[in-house]
């Protein structure tokens, strides 16, 4: 028997036990569920609102539905054009909310209250085509003539201090880079508190002194991080999964350039990484913390000494979704900590350079394994000692291994 | 509780009996055993040898504090703390088998802890101290709590580990058991081993003996220098130096009218506890 061998069988029970629970089964598909039906529902609403309904109605020049038509595909606008056989009709249409704007007799737009700049140079240029097309046509025009006369002019732009050009899939980046940091943020401090806990239920249940009569308490801390952790790793590659299962199903408008799957895929792959590095750093803090008290009573009392040391890095992110990540966070995000969220955000946004992620990553290795000593230390010295809080500095005192443990 | 001097060994095949009053440190020294607590100076060792976590995991222990998983099923809870101690899970199935058979609880293997009786969680603790047939159970305080037929159960299983050569090292205050079970005894008081030893052999060493000799129904006091009574009521007997002669009690008492009960014996545990702790 090895202490490996015992970390191996202690994990295995805490997720094997864990994972029968109906709660967590249930919060599970539960939350699948959500975020699936959720990515759907939003991509109908965004999709349903792209489409303007437009009217005309009156005396209409010939073709000048096709012409709205044709001058919304140019600007590419979404509508739908209604004909309406009169004037009166039409500006009915209006006001029951059935169309946007109409354009009356082919020279009047009549709308509730300002329409959009786009809807109004759609019937515009489509008022002016329709118009002209009919003089042409009056002054006898052969078809090609008409063409070359009313086909648009191209014009060419030129800006002497042009805007850099704005990429494509930032929303969608904001977006999936809040999201996983709310993501990262909760299952964290979730399964964090879940060790915390499942260290003081052990001590509550007296189990404890059965177990470490036969494994070394390292093994027990380690364990049940790892148990508890791999217990994690499911929830957030499930609730990724189905992220990506409900980005993929639904039918989301096609905008040049966005490709919001390949942008979840990458979110999700960022998440796991990162959700697996936090946790670690976490949960032996959880560990220490939680090895102090008896009483799941007296869990406020520590469990905040965590949930304070991760709170700035999501305060500073949700400060810089809008602009962006700034100096501050740069150095925040270093800080091991604070990278497990800060970071991740960074990533998704563009903002990180590799060697800045590997540097980070290495710090936050680093600092594990600090915790784990600290926490397997302080577990030693508190384990066995049951009712008041122990003092950290206490339990490290006596969590010392004696001379000849081996 | 801090410790002096504890000195004592367990033997193969063989059962002692840990004695004290409550606050002597017969907990602390159990823990020790399993580097539960760390002595500042002196070592445990087992065959001569420092104890490893490969030697550890081959012992068995009943806390004081009874405690398992109360919402796990006890078979589950039961085959985990034997793979813990490093027996592989077909094994360990079968040994939990085996056990929850032999204490009664056959039929109640997928309940879960907290819906047993508080007398078959005891069970259930007994059978996580030994599913993993150690070859040194300590335990501590094994019997309280337990009904007379528990005990019985415990006592035999308690006899089979020693008759199969494991040592056995138990604490109780229950003198009349530990006389009953134990070989040997160690008394501790104040953190310091007091007495150690052969149990028979430490009362055929004892300086007196224990008499109850009633004569027309009435007991007698023998007419021997040195004998005084001691309990009360139906427990009352006298103590006379181990030197008298039986025959010459006999002879005495039969002078004094008709003997109806005579006993002369080395002294009992709780005698000997008595003389050692209390002086």
Redesign the interface.
Known sequence: ???T??VW??AR?EFT?RSKSRVFRGVLVGLSLLIIVGIFGVSLLVGRSDTTSLGVGGDSPAGLVDEIAASAEAMGADVVVIEYPTADRATQAIESGEVEAVLVDGHTIVSQSGSSGTVMSILSSAAHVAVRREIATALGLSEADMVSILAPVQIDVIQLEPEEPEEPNQEAKAVASFASALVLLTTIMMFGQFVAMGIVEEKQ????????????SSSLVVGKVLGIGALGLVQVGVLGIAAVIGLMLAPLPELDGLDITSVGLTAVFWLIFWFVLGYLLYSFMYATVGATISRQEDMQSVAFIPAISIMPAYLMMVFSIESGPGPWVRIASMVPIWSPILMPFRINVGDAAAWEVAVAVLLVILTIAILVRIGSRVYRGAA?R?GARVSLLEAWRSG???P??? | MALRDVSFDVHPGRILGFLGRNGAGKTTTMRSIFKLVQPDSGAVTYNGQPIDLAQLVRFGYMPEERGLYPRMKVRDQLVYLATLSGMNTSDARTSTDMWLDRLGLGDRVDAKLEDLSHGNQQRVQMAAAIVHDPDLLVLDEPFSGLDPIGVDSLSEVIREFASKGAGILFSSHQLDLVEHICEDVAIIDQGEVILIGDLNEIREEASYRRVLIEVDGQLWAPPVSGAYEVGTGSKRHHIVDASVDVEQLLYLAGGAGSITRFSYETPALSDIFQEAVVK
Not at chain 1, 205 to 216: G, P, W
């Open positions: 028997m090895t202490p061998n015992q069988i202690i029970r036990e249940n007296r189990i404890v002194e059965v177990i470490l009569s036969r494994a070394k066995l049951t010392s291994e004696g000849e443990t081996s």
